[in-house]
Structures are given as structure tokens and as C-alpha cells.
């Protein structure tokens, strides 16, 4: 492991001279060394804990010399997230990785982070996300909730000037973990866009976003008007991650003509011959009704049928939804969907999807007129 790839420390487990009680992980070209230091040997033992696709190998970590040890090789990813379990006197202790300074946030609490030499972030994420945001108000109608709706749009940008829609789900989150408004200021540089963020309330996310028909209606007929009345709108894109991707596919499957294209990242397309896993999901067989259906082809004996869109779908090599984004990918393109399919190095993560946005999205906007 050569001394230019090694972070976040400066020791070499291989190298004679490396100072055995240092701790942290060690990363290289082809995998990373987690140590975690426990000099008295209070703990019983150490297990990484992650939500991607690991394969074989060993989790637990083998103690030796005052401190835990696990030598993880590289996945198809350029970073990794994960956390570790603790056990001690019979309890169990879920944390991020105490001798890791990396972080990032998560809904479900911090995880750790590994980024291999490789890894650059976006330079767009530098980019200030100038602009005013405006609450946009909608009656709830046939939902328990009205939808919380916040319109970004660049600075300077009059309402009655045409301009692009995104259309995002959990469209809070994708702004503060995600900085899609950057994202949105740097393109609208060349290209103006309008940014309408929507966000579920707590306890609903799961309901409104599985495929859900009394969501798919009030979208297409409550909020998207509710947003074009506001400001003169060109094409609307739905952006979408993990069941967020699923609801807009839904959205324009079921609503022809809502929107013009569609960013999907990460869809939980559940099937349940790829996804058993996820069978115990109180939702879980909607979704797969959903998907089948979709998988069908368009239902041609309505008035309005699904017409086929300018499709972006991304998903990362290393998370268990893979399989169902490309068998979804490959069931849009049968049905002549103008579809890209890009796979990430990454996970079901938002850096993942922050990540992906550029080119692909760009792109996927340049097309639209």
C-alpha cells in the first residue's frame, strides 16, 4: 500500500515499522483496514454493519495487540458508508466507527465514511444556491395531509419567463444532504430551471410514495396545477430516489401528459422474485402489483394510455436494488422509452445520487424543449 493512497492516517499494518497501537482505518487501491482501538479488551466483539452488497466476507472483527481488526476488500464503489456494532456484556451498540473522523449524515443516524484515492466530489457543490424559495399552499383533497410544496427558483428569474420544472421527492432532503440546489444554480447558468421541492409529512412517506393511487391523482391534479399557475413552466422533469423514484414512475404512468421526463434513482421496483428480502414491507405487495404492471406495457384500452418519456435511471453497482432497476430499464426501453441507464460507483446512498446528477441530469434536461 503505497504512502501516497494511504488515509486517513499515515500507518501501514504491513509496514515493520508501523506503530501497532494506532487506530483508524488504513485505505488503499484495493480495500481498507478498519481498526478499532480497545487497549483493556473491554469489548466481546466488533461487526461492520452496511446496507450494500458485501458478499462473502467476514464482518467480525479479530482482536490482537489492543485493538480490533478487519481487512475489508474493495467493492465497485469509489466510497463506502457503514457502521459497527458493539457487543459488551450481552449488549449490542450500534454506532458509527469511533476511530473514524469521516462522517455523513443519515435519517437513520450518522454513518462512517471510506473514500478511496480515486473519489472527487462535484465541483458544482461549491456553487452558492442563490435564489429566493417560495411555500407554495395546496388544499389536502383526497389526502389525510396537503403535500408541503417549496418552489426554488434562480435569482432574477421572473415567474412570467418559461423555464424547466423539477419535480423532486423528499425534495427537502435532496436540497440540505443532497445540495440539489446548488446543482439547480450551477446548470441554471447556462439554462434556467425552476426547483419545486415536495416533501411528505412525517408517518406518510411510506404510504403516499408505494405506488399509492389517491398520491398519484393529487399530484397530477392538485399540486402540478397548483405550481404552473404560479410561474410559467416548460418541461417538468420528476426526480425521484429509492421509493421517491417509484412514485413518479407511478405518477407518469398513471397520469399521461403530467410530466415530460423522468430522473429515477435507485427505485425500489420491488419484485418478489429479485427483492424476498424485502417481503416483511407493509407495502411491499402493492409495489410489486405496481411494477408488474408497469412491466406489462401500457394499458391501451384507456383514453389516455402511458406515453413513453425521456428516461434517466441511475443506481449504484453495489446495492441490492440493482437488479430491479435493470430489470426495470430494460422493460421501459421494450415499451420505446428514450431511456439512459447509469450505473454508479455506489451505493443506495444521497452522495451516491448526488453524485450522478451531473452529467446525466444536465443532459436529460437539454434534451427536453
Given amino acids: 500500500m503505497s504512502a501516497r493512497h494511504r488515509r486517513p492516517d499515515d500507518s501501514d499494518p504491513s509496514d515493520p515499522g508501523a506503530d501497532p497501537t494506532r487506530t483508524g482505518p488504513v485505505v488503499g487501491p484495493d480495500g481498507v483496514v478498519l481498526r478499532v482501538g480497545d487497549p483493556e479488551h473491554l469489548l466481546d466483539g466488533v461487526?461492520?454493519?452496511?446496507?450494500?452488497?458485501?458478499?462473502?466476507?467476514?464482518?467480525e472483527f479479530s482482536w490482537a495487540d489492543g485493538r480490533w481488526t478487519l481487512e475489508l476488500s474493495r467493492p465497485a464503489a469509489w466510497r463506502i458508508e457503514y457502521q459497527l456494532t458493539l457487543r459488551r456484556d450481552g449488549d449490542t451498540v450500534w454506532t458509527p466507527d469511533p476511530d473514524n473522523p469521516r462522517r455523513v449524515p443519515n435519517p437513520f443516524g450518522d454513518k462512517s465514511e471510506i473514500r478511496f484515492p480515486e473519489y472527487r466530489e462535484p465541483n458544482w457543490l461549491l456553487t452558492p444556491?442563490?435564489?429566493?424559495?417560495?411555500?407554495?399552499?395546496?388544499?389536502?383533497?383526497?389526502?389525510?395531509?396537503p403535500v408541503p410544496v417549496k418552489l426554488w427558483s434562480p435569482a432574477g428569474l421572473p415567474a412570467a419567463t418559461a423555464a424547466p420544472l423539477l419535480l423532486v421527492h423528499d425534495g427537502s432532503d435532496m436540497a440540505d444532504r443532497g445540495h440539489l440546489l446548488s446543482w439547480a444554480a450551477e446548470h441554471a447558468r447556462t439554462r434556467p430551471l425552476r426547483v419545486a421541492l415536495l416533501d411528505p409529512?412525517?408517518?406518510?412517506?411510506?404510504?403516499?410514495?408505494?405506488?399509492?393511487?389517491?398520491?398519484?391523482?393529487?399530484?397530477?391534479?392538485?399540486?402540478?396545477?397548483?405550481?404552473?399557475?404560479?410561474?410559467?413552466?416548460?418541461p417538468i422533469v420528476g426526480l425521484g430516489a429509492s421509493l421517491g423514484a417509484l412514485a413518479m414512475l407511478t405518477l407518469q404512468r398513471r397520469h399521461p401528459?403530467?410530466?415530460?421526463?423522468?430522473?429515477?434513482?435507485?427505485?425500489?421496483?420491488?419484485?418478489?422474485?429479485?427483492?424476498?428480502?424485502?417481503?416483511?414491507?407493509?407495502?411491499f405487495d402493492r409495489i410489486c402489483a405496481a411494477v408488474r404492471q408497469v412491466a406489462a406495457g401500457p394499458d391501451l384500452s384507456v383514453d389516455a394510455p402511458p406515453r413513453s418519456v425521456p428516461t434517466l435511471i441511475t443506481c449504484g453497482a453495489i446495492e441490492e436494488n440493482r437488479f430491479n432497476n435493470e430489470a426495470m430499464a430494460d422493460a421501459l426501453r421494450a415499451q420505446q422509452y428514450p431511456l439512459t441507464f447509469r450505473l454508479v460507483p455506489d451505493a443506495h446512498t444521497m452522495i451516491g445520487w448526488r453524485d450522478a446528477w451531473y452529467p446525466a441530469l444536465n443532459e436529460l434536461l437539454r434534451g427536453l424543449r
Fill in 47 to 59: 461487526r461492520l454493519e452496511v446496507d450494500w452488497m458485501l458478499g462473502e466476507q467476514n464482518r
Fill in 129 to 145: 444556491a442563490d435564489g429566493p424559495v417560495t411555500e407554495i399552499r395546496t388544499p389536502n383533497g383526497r389526502l389525510t395531509q
Fill in 201 to 234: 409529512p412525517h408517518g406518510l412517506r411510506d404510504q403516499w410514495y408505494s405506488a399509492d393511487p389517491d398520491y398519484s391523482a393529487h399530484m397530477a391534479e392538485v399540486v402540478l396545477p397548483a405550481l404552473t399557475s404560479r410561474v410559467l413552466t416548460g
Fill in 257 to 283: 401528459g403530467s410530466v415530460s421526463g423522468l430522473a429515477l434513482q435507485s427505485g425500489s421496483f420491488f419484485t418478489a422474485t429479485l427483492d424476498p428480502q424485502e417481503s416483511g414491507y407493509s407495502h
